[in-house]
């Protein structure tokens, strides 16, 4: 089976096409912005123009626009290809990443939220989540860094502040989408932002705004 993996929800944009668990090309860019203007294009550039059995996109939390550029991209994709469309978290390709590249079961993932504040989320073996994510401000996000290895955009600013641990700074990646347990996929294809609303408009609706 190909696969068609989208990650846009950070400041990273990256692309890859897998034939099962081997990877046949792959993108990465970081951009901070412009990711609806190179998305497309990359995706063009890998064999085939990406076409695939099923697509598989990042659900964030992350950027606000990166993260609907992505799910936005795939679901025009599976439509016109007539293909299944798959979910992941962002924190849990991090995570995945890590542990692969540090060989433990143990990591705590760090990134840039809203307002000043982390994301911070604990995970074990297998990828499994050792609680719920967190939008913190830095020192209590510190303290909720519960394990030695932390990965992320904010690792090594959670690593001072905490006083020890190791620091992987990285961003997710598609092209290590093969590190990801198949368990961490989902068909619920909702935009995850990792924070409540900031805004309600009349009659109690939120309206979300951008976290990164």
């Not at 050792?130 to 510190?142: E, F, M, N, W």
């Not at 905490?162 to 961490?184: N, T, Y």
Request: proline share 6%; charged share 20%.
């Amino acid at each position: 089976m190909r696969s068609l993996i989208i990650d846009s929800a950070t400041e990273a944009c990256s692309v890859a096409l897998f034939d099962g668990t081997d990877m046949l090309d792959g993108r990465f860019e970081r951009l901070g912005r412009g990711h609806a203007e190179r998305l497309v294009p990359m995706i063009a550039e890998l064999p085939g123009n990406g076409r695939a059995d099923r697509i598989v996109v990042a659900l964030g939390p992350g950027s606000f626009t990166g993260v609907r550029i992505g799910l936005a991209a795939a679901r025009a994709l599976g439509l016109a290809w007539q293909t299944k469309v798959l979910g992941y978290p962002s924190f849990a390709l991090i995570a995945a990443m890590a542990q692969a590249q540090h060989n433990t079961d143990k990591v705590s993932v760090a990134m840039t939220g809203g307002h000043g504040e982390w994301f911070v989320q604990n995970f074990s073996g297998d990828t499994q989540p050792d609680g719920d994510l967190r939008s913190l401000k830095p020192d209590d996000a510190a303290q909720y860094a519960a394990h030695d290895l932390v990965a992320g955009t904010q690792a090594a600013a959670l690593i001072e502040r905490r006083g020890h641990g190791s620091v992987l700074e990285i961003l997710p990646d598609a092209r290590c989408f093969a590190s990801l347990p198949a368990h961490q996929l989902t068909t619920e294809l909702s935009p995850f932002y990792g924070r409540p609303p900031d805004a309600k408009l009349p009659g109690g609706k939120t309206l979300n705004s951008p976290v990164a």
